[in-house]
């Protein structure tokens, strides 16, 4: 088999090189989604069951304040209601929430 000009060997190992950097990207864009699935399932978790702890009410807090400046979209918005809308003793202790909710609708 021969192995043709240097030209068409240059041309070939530029092929190889552009397929194994689409397969790195690919490879970094997954791991970065599993690092964001990963993080995202704790901070759920850590929401949904550590019942009145004084880091997942701050936590709770936090997220009422940063995911609807987050969030541009309506839709991406309707996914986080739960977490949007302030429970029990947390609407009395945050004024934070307000000016999240008034955030939101100024956005719209």
């Not at 000009?5 to 552009?18: H, V, Y």
């Not at 009410?57 to 809308?85: C, G, M, Q």
Request: charged share 35%.
């Amino acid at each position: 088999m021969a192995r043709g000009t240097i030209g068409e060997r240059l041309a070939r190992l530029e092929a190889q090189k552009k397929t194994l950097q689409m397969r790195l990207g690919k490879q970094e864009r997954a791991i970065d989604t599993r690092r964001k699935i990963l993080i995202g399932a704790l901070v759920l978790h850590r929401l949904e069951h550590a019942g009145g702890a004084p880091f997942a009410r701050e936590l709770a807090a936090w997220l009422r304040t940063e995911l609807p400046k987050f969030l541009l979209r309506d839709a991406d918005r309707s996914l986080f209601n739960d977490l949007l809308t302030p429970q029990g003793d947390d609407r009395a202790s945050s004024d934070d929430t307000d000016d999240a909710g008034d955030h939101r609708e100024a956005s719209r």
